[in-house]
């Protein structure tokens, strides 16, 4: 659905590529954006049984360029306070690095998330310029992947594979992510569902045939909550509106009050195929 | 409920019972003279002609049907008959009994009638009651430069003042601080849900086919009624009553043919015309020739095609029955190895309708129409299929009566009645592996639309002139049903002969609502009715103005205008519009109100024609789940605009026109800020933009002067002409979007960042051949 709706763009620039031919129909023009200030952005991922992991950077000015491509615009001397059903643990400031899905955050505990799923978290970050923001998640259940199948076209050479689950009877939110030999490579795909129309079915996420003997395809279904749902929605669409005249500008929906971000459990399944004769 | 409508029913009977009454008291023996004004020529029927009867100082205007009717007192009476473009009428008659009279005016000489720039005299623009209102001939809009050489009348009213486009090239029309969603489009009475083709960038109005189109900006009379904004009224030529004849044109986009004549001379006519675009005649055999080459993009096919048709018949000399067709299709299509995607949308209208004369002052005109628009997607990736309908159908029968039991009293009633079918969604997704749907999904909505009126357009004195109106509507869906009350006035007080002021008020209800987050009229674009949750929109506007007749040939005009608009929808940030079967919960409620004023100057007459017009006006949103409550401007808020439109017959042969527009350009928003997020595992982190409050950015004002030439020469076989169109001829680079031109590091991290205008046309000059035999 979503490669429909991207289509539209290039159908109405196919249209008039001739138009384009040969004319400069693209200048520089100088723009004074309105000032705004920065705004703490806060990103934290409960994994049941891994660490309290934060990143916590701040917003830049759209116009200025980075100054240094290696350094992230991080919040130094910050406290941040996750609390686990009232209980506080308040992070320590560091460089915690996410060897396999390739992240890095700078404030951590070793705290590990609970798998219980009743359990409800806080997180409270309050920084040195006196800004302060929260947000309030919980774990959801895994729904897990009923099977993966692997299919081969007509003249065998290429596979697509089909991931089938078994969506619950009430309101759900998925993301599905395809990773392709190494989950720190580019995935595959990488998108987010709501069951509005396959309520409580077998529900079933393919691909083209893209892949061959030797491939390793490495499926995650996260089950997300409402808010990253809405999360992952609002940055795609504003990082899409950028450069499409068609689309309205995009305004991040998230759960931090006070900030940017998100706070959400992370509860998923992973299947991992390796594509053979 | 009941009470309304009693009360609406005996509004109009109990006004008629009035006049009556009052004509049985003052003046018991009154006679009515009738008849139709038809184009001698052709036989067509002339909307809006005006009879006046020199001794009363009195008259009145053809109806849509080109009917009129006057009752006055047994005497002599000279009566004159005219229409701009055509030759004046005018004899004695003796009215001592109802009679009929059916006129045929002859057409001016050729050099006058093709620069004839609007169809009502002065005298009646200054004298009639109606105001807010254009109305427009496609002569104008046929010699008019025009992109790629495609006449399009609904450009032609954006040069209107009041009414501006949606966007560069675009067909899509904003009128007095409405959504492109508010207007309220008929052909032939029917509904046009999506008057577009190539995503807005053409109307689907074929001006060969089109004989008169009325735009109204404000002061709705009662019998319009379903849209906030605006009316435009287009109706299709009858065809020739007197002989067999054709016109058509070759252009650089689209050919076009219109065949007319008599079914039985003067008693009926029929009328095709079909128009179609030729582009991917050329981009297929450019695939086909690249099939082998391996490196070769295939291109999209796209084309799109219209076809008008209409027939009519006189059943006597008290019944008349009509019956009109148009059927459009756009037609996208793109197949490589991995994908075909297959994308067609377009309307189907049909019109069915029946004219009687109950008595000289009383016409009858019912007419069922069916409207229709659908759009199909269809996609094939490898083994998935996957096909999306959506769209509208609507049946709607109507009945609208005309009586003119005196001169001073043109009373109308009537009413409507009309079943909407939604095809919001019809969603199936295949593999080839499965017998059955992987998924499917149906979204289906309906309702029940419908409404009573009643006006009187009643001429007080000499001076005064008041038109009353009250219209009912109502709208059933699913157990819910809402009504509203529309009251309609205008007014009209002559200063002097040549000068009148002018007040009108109009509160309209709009009952379907276009889903459309999008700055472009996009085909999947779908309308829903008002439910439970999505309650009618409602605007009322108040106008004021004066209308100025400078001897002959000037007309100059000035509104002010104020908007409320009420229950305004717009949608959540990140809303899913796409094949969502709940869509309801996607929308945000608020409310919106413009104002502003229009200056309108029009020279009518002689070698140069065209008018200036200027428009300041302000458009403002307020929604609380939008910009944090604050109130916007909508992307179409434009503080000024400007528009000249000039026609110099410079000879016979050559005519040479030209037009300039300036206008503020569209608030739109851009980034502020942006921040880097990691998003979870599995993905690559990316850099997000941040918004400000919605459109608080201006794009650099927009101005654009076109020029045309005609050449006309007269072959065996009729006329032709060459028009030379010049689309921008100063080859200003207009903004079209903004865009931010990023350098990014491995990880996306932007070390440069250029802001970038893109435009969408240059200079384009165009060359079409048009003819008439």
């Known amino acids: ?277 | 409920m009941k009470s309304i409508f009693s009360f609406l029913f005996f509004f109009f009977i109990g006004t008629s019972l009035c006049f009556a009454q009052n004509k049985d008291q003052v003046k018991p023996e009154r006679y009515t003279m009738s008849g139709y004004i038809k184009d001698g020529a052709t036989g067509e029927t002339l909307l809006g002609a005006t009879v006046y009867i020199k001794e009363l100082e009195t008259g009145t205007t053809t109806n849509e049907y080109g009917y009129y009717s006057v009752t006055v007192p047994p005497d002599s009476f000279t009566v004159k008959f005219a229409y701009i473009g055509f030759n004046d009428f005018e004899d004695r008659y003796l009215i001592k009994e109802n009679i009929t009279v059916n006129i045929e005016l002859a057409p001016e000489a050729e050099e006058l009638t093709e620069i004839v720039v609007k169809a009502n005299s002065n005298r009646e623009q200054v004298n009639s009651t109606q105001m807010s209102v254009d109305r427009l001939t496609t002569k104008q809009a046929k010699i008019l430069p025009a992109i790629f050489g495609e006449v399009d009348i609904i450009k032609t009213l954006q040069l209107k003042p009041g009414v501006s486009s949606g966007g560069e090239g675009s067909s899509g029309i904003v009128v007095r601080g409405g959504g492109p969603d508010q207007n309220l489009i008929i052909l032939d009475e029917a509904i046009v849900y999506n008057p577009n083709h190539l995503f807005g960038f053409f109307s689907t109005f074929n001006a060969d086919a089109v004989k008169d189109v009325q735009l109204y900006k404000g002061g709705f009379p009662a019998q319009y009624g379903g849209r906030l904004s605006s009316v435009i009224d287009v109706r299709l030529k009858e065809g020739n009553r007197k002989k067999f004849s054709g016109s058509g044109g070759i252009g650089l986009i689209s050919s076009r043919l219109t065949l007319e004549g008599p079914i039985v001379k003067d008693k009926g006519s029929f009328m095709f015309s079909g128009r179609r675009t030729y582009a991917d005649l050329i981009t297929r055999t450019i695939n086909k020739a690249n099939e082998d080459n391996p490196d070769f993009d295939k291109i999209p096919n796209y084309f799109f095609y219209d076809l008008n048709t209409k027939l009519n018949y006189d059943l006597g000399e008290k019944n008349r029955v009509f019956a009109s067709g148009y059927f459009g299709r756009d037609k996208f299509s793109f197949r490589d190895d991995d994908i075909n995607f297959d994308f067609d949308w377009g309307n189907t209208t049909t019109t069915a309708r029946w004219n009687h004369v109950f008595d000289p002052k009383l016409f009858l005109n019912t007419t069922f129409t069916f409207s229709d628009y659908q759009y199909t997607i269809n996609t094939e990736f490898d083994e998935f299929s996957f096909e999306l309908t959506s769209g509208i159908r609507d049946y709607n029968l109507k009945a609208d009566f005309y009586f003119a039991p005196t001169p001073q009293h043109n009373i109308r009633f009537g009413g409507n009645l009309t079943y909407h079918d939604f095809t919001v969604s019809r969603l199936e997704a295949n593999i080839e592996t499965e017998d059955e749907p992987l998924f499917a999904s149906t979204s289906l909505l309906d309702g029940w639309e419908m409404s009573i009126y009643a006006n009187d357009d009643f001429e007080v004195n000499d001076k005064l002139k008041i038109n009353l109106g009250l219209r009912g509507s109502g709208f059933a869906n699913q157990g819910t049903f809402y009504f509203g009350l529309e009251p309609r006035v205008s007014t009209k007080y002559s200063i002097k002969d040549n000068l009148s002021i002018k007040a009108s008020f109009a509160r309209m209800y709009q009952y379907i609502h276009l889903v459309s987050s999008s700055g472009a009229s996009l085909p999947t674009d779908v309308w829903f009715p008002s439910t439970e949750k999505i309650k009618p929109q409602i605007s009322d506007q108040l106008a004021v103005g004066f209308t100025l007749s400078i001897g002959e040939q000037f007309i100059l005009s000035n509104e002010y205008y104020y908007k409320w608009q009420q229950r305004q929808i717009d949608f959540k940030d990140g809303a899913d519009l796409f094949i969502n079967p709940d869509l309801e919960q996607e929308f945000v409620f608020g409310r919106g109100y413009s104002y502003g004023t229009e200056i309108y100057l029009e020279k009518k007459e002689g070698k140069l024609t065209g008018w200036l017009g200027y428009t300041l006006a302000w458009t403002w949103r307020e929604f609380p789940d939008i910009s944090g409550g604050q109130r916007f401007h909508p992307r179409y808020d434009r503080r000024h605009d400007i528009s000249i439109v000039m026609m110099y017959e410079l000879h016979r042969k050559w005519t040479i026109t030209g037009s300039w527009v300036y206008n503020t350009g569209n608030a739109y928003s851009l980034p502020a800020s942006r921040a880097i997020i990691f998003e979870g595992p599995g993905v690559q982190p990316r850099i997000v933009n941040i918004y400000p409050e919605r459109n608080s950015l201006r794009q650099p004002s927009y101005h654009r002067l076109d020029f045309g030439l005609v050449y006309k020469f007269f072959p065996r076989f009729g006329e032709a002409d060459l028009t030379l169109s010049v689309y921008n001829a100063l080859d200003r680079r207009n903004p079209y979007f903004i865009f931010f031109d990023i350098e990014e590091t491995e990880l996306g991290l932007p070390v440069s960042i250029t802001p970038k205008q893109v435009s969408l046309f240059p200079v384009l000059p165009s060359l079409t051949f048009n003819f008439k035999f």
């Open chain 1, 1 to 277: 659905m979503n490669k429909i709706k991207q289509l539209f763009v290039p159908i109405i620039f196919s249209v008039f590529t001739v138009a384009y031919i040969g004319c400069d129909l693209e200048k520089e023009i100088e723009i004074d954006l309105p000032e705004v200030e920065n705004q703490m952005v806060i990103e934290c991922y409960l994994e049941p049984g891994k660490p309290y992991r934060v990143l916590l950077t701040e917003s830049q000015p759209f116009l200025d360029p980075v100054e240094d491509p290696n350094t992230l615009p991080t919040i130094s001397d910050a406290i941040v306070v996750i609390s686990r059903n009232g209980v506080a643990d308040t992070l320590t400031e560091g460089e915690f690095l996410d060897f396999v899905n390739f992240k890095v955050y700078n404030y951590g505990s070793s705290t590990l998330v609970s798998n219980d799923l009743l359990s409800e978290y806080r997180i409270e970050v309050t920084d040195q310029e006196g800004r302060f923001a929260f947000a309030e998640t919980r774990i959801l259940p895994i729904v897990p992947i009923d099977s993966i199948e692997v299919d081969f076209n007509e003249t065998d050479t290429a596979a697509n594979i089909l991931t089938w689950f078994t969506d619950p009877p009430e309101t759900n939110y998925y993301r599905r992510v395809l990773n392709l030999n190494t989950l720190t490579s580019e995935p595959e795909q990488a998108f987010s569902a709501n069951d509005a129309v396959f309520n409580g079915d077998d529900v079933v996420f393919g691909t083209g045939f893209d892949y061959t003997f030797g491939d390793t395809l490495i499926t995650t279904l996260f089950h997300i909550d409402e808010d990253y749902y809405f999360f992952l929605e609002t940055v795609s669409a504003a990082e899409a509106a950028n450069n499409n005249p068609f689309a309205q500008p995009s305004f991040i929906l998230d759960n931090i009050e006070g900030g940017i971000g998100i706070f959400t459990g992370l509860s998923y399944d992973r299947d991992t195929v390796i594509i053979t004769e």
